[in-house]
């Protein structure tokens, strides 16, 4: 029979020790999951009508999370004047977007009420596999006091990875 402290002595294996194993297959198994990796993506254009940049951050399977710089300019030969010539835009102006197989869509829509004025461009590009570069089209409407026009070129020049 046992005295009170020889009971006091016993211990009984608490149900934490018995599952510290799978605590720690579960930990191992969460630790080696694959990464969500992110890519960066820019595009320039900068042909006689309009000067764009943009560098951003994307998901590898999702949409751009993040515009670190982005500019629209109008140049004087697409005879527009626009308040102000140079316009920035960040995430919230990009209004459709898909970065999927080989194609790259963009829309950036950037409003200024006071001036009257929006502007709309479209990027639809292809990837090149030789080059790893996006290879396509633009297509920019610029809308002033009611009046619109519509400027097109070549994008020569956009990458993601």
């Known amino acids: 029979m046992l005295t009170e402290n020889a009971r006091a002595a016993v211990t009984i294996p608490s149900p934490i020790y ?11 198994l969460a630790m080696s999951a694959p990464a969500a990796a992110s890519a960066t993506v820019t595009c320039d254009i900068d042909d ?19 515009v670190q710089g982005g500019t629209i300019e109008i140049k004087p030969a697409a005879n527009v004047k ?34 009257k004025q929006s502007i709309n461009l479209v990027i639809l590009a292809r990837l090149n596999r030789k080059t790893e570069k996006y290879a396509g089209q633009y297509v920019l409407k610029i809308a002033i006091a009611g009046k619109t026009k519509e400027l097109k070129g070549r994008i020569k020049d956009c990458e993601a990875g």
Do not use: Y
Not at 18 to 28: D, E, G, I, K, Y
Not at 83 to 92: H, S
């Open 18 to 28: 018995s599952s510290r194993p799978w605590l720690c297959l579960v930990a191992w």
């Open 48 to 66: 006689k009508l309009v000067t764009f940049a943009m560098q951003a951050i994307t998901g590898r399977s999702g949409p751009i999370t993040h």
């Open 82 to 115: 626009l308040v102000p010539p140079q316009l920035t835009f960040d995430r919230t102006h990009i209004v459709q977007q898909w970065l999927l197989d080989r194609d790259l869509r963009l829309q950036i829509e950037i409003d200024n009420a006071e001036a």
